[in-house]
């Protein structure tokens, strides 16, 4: 891909070292545990932080990637690694430098069904070339194939065969695991991914700044990190929508405010949908958009808690979005609704009565609602940020 496409690819996981932003811990840990014999890693976060892209990152002698289906079984996975044997001549560490690496596949007769005892056979083999093996989107395997993975690790690891096996995927696969085989946890190095911070998120856009000769000014960066809540996704979509947008080398915050149109148009159809559903209503002053806005707002201020908010914290927000005073009965029917699944169960709902928490069922609608209600005008970017101050 040109260098000019990859400096904003939204749907694209980083593969050049040279557009990686920030995770300067996480690299530490990954390289550091890439320089022991034997590692056996997990990397996990939510969805769309960045763990494909830091995955991307490793390099090795022999390097064996793949990802997770649903069909797939234990067998059916470690077939695919053993048949995409990477060479690189160099030893096993980090791709710093974004080449490809020459694919040479395994030729070797494998048993049309692979069991533990063949796989970490196979595995120990390799082990002078330091193979590292990478499978991604592990959450989607089925639960059947968890057990041969962990009781894999443990044969590698009490052979101390050398080889490094990272495993990719969201954050519930960490609870998963360890309620399949108790002692995984002992075996495997956790690498967390957590949101990008405003500087990480910030980096991105000076990458891109670089190669496509271009100048975003501070209030344009300040507009894309608030949207992007930490998600590097966002800052990727509107970076692009924003380069397609402008003729200008120079970018101003009413730049992306323009941009923020397009980007719901390219967002992902399910949150179009899901958004759509949630609001709407025939009559002119119903207030699902404006409540909602306060919800995605709620979850932004309170940031301690995971995304999750409770009903009194939402009624400050709209007061400021209503510019009036409200009370909590006026929006409580709203939440009801918006956690039911005529209005696409767009809120979860946690807890018992009396202290029930709130948070959005998808992370990456928050940063939808704030691109809707700046590009429609429910909100200005003023008003949002006094309500963050407050
Ligand atoms: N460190 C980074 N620097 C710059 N951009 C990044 C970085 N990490 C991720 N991105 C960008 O963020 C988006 C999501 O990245 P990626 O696909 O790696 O996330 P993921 O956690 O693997 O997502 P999923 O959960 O959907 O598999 C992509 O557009 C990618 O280019
Ligand atoms: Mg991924």
Known sequence: MPKTKQAFSPLNPIRDAEFFAGRASQIAMLREQLDEQTSFLLIHGERGVGKTSLANLIKSNILCKTTVN?????????????????????????NTTGTQMPVVRMTEKLPTILDIDVVSHVIQGLASSQAAFVIDEFDRIVEDAIVPFAELVKS????????????????????????????????????????????????????????????????????????????????????????????????GRDDVLQALGSCMDQSEHNLRELYDQAVYSAQRDAQYRQVLLA????????????????AGEIKPILEGILHRKVVTASYHPHL???????????????????????????????PYVLMNALSTKLADIEMLTALIRK
């Open 336 to 366: 009801q609704e918006f956690i039911s699944k005529d209005r696409g169960a767009i809120l979860e709902r946690h807890g018992q009565p009396r202290k029930y928490r709130y948070r959005f069922s998808n992370p990456f609608l928050v």
């Open 70 to 94: 649903s069909t797939d079984s234990f067998s059916s996975l470690c077939m695919r690694l053993f048949n995409q044997v990477q060479l690189s001549g160099s030893k096993a560490g980090f």
């Open 156 to 251: 590698l690891s009490d052979s101390g065969a050398s080889c490094h096996l990272v495993f990719v995927g969201t954050t519930g696969i960490v609870g998963r695991l360890r309620a399949a085989h108790p002692s995984i946890s002992r075996h495997l190095t956790y690498i967390e991914l957590p949101r990008m911070t405003r500087d990480e998120l910030a980096q991105i856009i000076h990458n891109a700044e670089n190669v496509l000769d271009i100048k975003f000014s501070d209030d344009a960066i300040n507009l894309m990190v608030f949207v992007s809540q930490g998600l590097p996704h966002f800052i990727h979509l509107i970076g692009q929508a924003v380069v397609k947008g402008t003729g200008s080398k120079g970018v």
């Open 295 to 310: 919800c995605a707002m709620a979850g932004v201020i309170v940031t301690s808690q995971q995304g999750f908010f409770n």
